[in-house]
């Protein structure tokens, strides 16, 4: 990596300043992170500490949807990184340093009180996002003009079906069962799309929840937020590809969820459509995630990740067996994909 656009950032910001610099564990895009020490006069205000994103090429969008929306949840309240500096010709955005620990890190080896406390936690966050978020709605944030709606939902379903069906697991399908399946898709798609739309973060799941030494929350990886329904995010976070969470525990955070989503909005939803949808969009979701996966494997070389495939569709097979029309489209796709069928 070139040192001289990161010294300029550097010193453009804080003035003659020595600084090492240490490389962070990654996330699945080109970005790289790391944490930056600077040695500068205490007048400079420069931080003992930060983080460098490294953008895996040059930005020429000042309000490039990482830092635009950003700079939205910061003015609704939302623990996201401070800006510090940024060079978006050099691919440079110099930001506050969360620590290292995630959600992930943090449950590893707590108590199981712990373990819900934290993800009690985590769950009052989204609320903030989906309520506060949501309410406090600018134009002028990316976020707003985006939706999952059925285009971008088939966009993922699709996905799916072209490196995970087609690509890793190379199906031979007939017409008929590419017909069975793309309409199977297409109800859920239409489905989901017709649901009222709050803000969600869009990867809510351990790896982007950080969480500070005194147990406070911060969120990573928002640059892609966008509206759709309210079990978006719960479903990410509490069927999350990195973190097998006990089953009783899901079930009592989903609980918690509900009953915090009608006390903070004085309406409580209805408990039918409201599980229905959880469904639908956790096979949604965990469908998507798992053809992300796949695609690292195949088409990135990133072969870390498709430890993840399996437990994914066995995420996905349990939501379907809740809904019949679920269970028939996982049943077409498990000819090809043996992770999807009925244990």
Do not use: W
Not at 15 to 28: K, Q, V
Not at 57 to 70: I, K, Y
Not at 119 to 137: H, N, P, S
Not at 300 to 318: G, I, M, T, V
Request: proline share 4%; glycine share 6%.
């Amino acid at each position: 990596m070139d040192d001289a656009p990161i010294k300029k950032l550097i010193e453009e910001k804080y003035g003659a300043a020595t600084y090492t610099l240490e490389r962070l564990a990654g996330d699945a895009s080109d970005r790289s992170f790391h944490r930056i020490r600077i040695n500068a006069q205490l007048s400079s205000g420069a931080p003992a500490s930060a983080v460098l994103m490294v953008l895996g090429s040059p930005e020429t969008d000042p309000d490039m949807p990482f830092l635009n929306v950003a700079s939205f949840m910061r003015r609704a309240g939302l623990p996201v990184p401070d800006i510090f500096a940024a060079d978006l010709s050099a691919g440079l955005i110099l930001m506050e340093d969360f620590g290292d620990a995630t959600l992930e890190d943090a449950i590893r080896g707590a108590s199981p009180i712990a373990v819900e406390d934290l993800y009690k936690k985590a769950v009052e966050l989204m609320l903030d996002i989906q309520l506060e978020g949501t309410r406090l709605k600018d134009d002028s944030c990316v976020a707003f003009k985006l939706a999952f709606d059925v285009d971008k939902l088939m966009f993922e379903f699709n996905f799916f079906k072209e490196h995970a069906l087609l690509g890793y697991k190379n199906a031979k399908l007939s017409e008929s069962e590419s017909a069975a399946i793309n309409e199977g898709f297409m109800h859920i798609a239409e489905t989901l799309s017709a649901q009222p739309r709050y803000l969600t973060h869009r990867d809510y799941h351990s790896r982007n929840i950080m969480v500070a030494a005194d147990g406070e929350l911060g969120l990573v990886d928002f640059q892609d937020a966008r509206l759709g329904p309210l079990q978006y995010d719960l479903v990410s976070l509490l069927l999350d590809s990195y973190v097998e969470l006990p089953a009783g525990l899901v079930d009592s955070l989903k609980e918690y969820y509900f009953n915090r989503l009608t006390e903070r909005t004085g309406e409580e939803p209805d408990r039918e459509q409201f599980d229905m949808i959880y469904d639908y969009m956790a096979f949604q979701r965990c469908v998507k995630a798992a053809g992300s996966f796949a695609f690292l494997d195949c088409e990135k070389k990133k072969n870390r990740y498709l430890k993840y495939f399996a437990p994914c569709l066995a995420k996905a097979r349990a939501a379907a067996s809740a809904r019949s029309e679920l269970g028939a489209l996982a049943d077409a796709i498990s000819v090809y994909v043996e992770e999807l069928r009925q244990p």
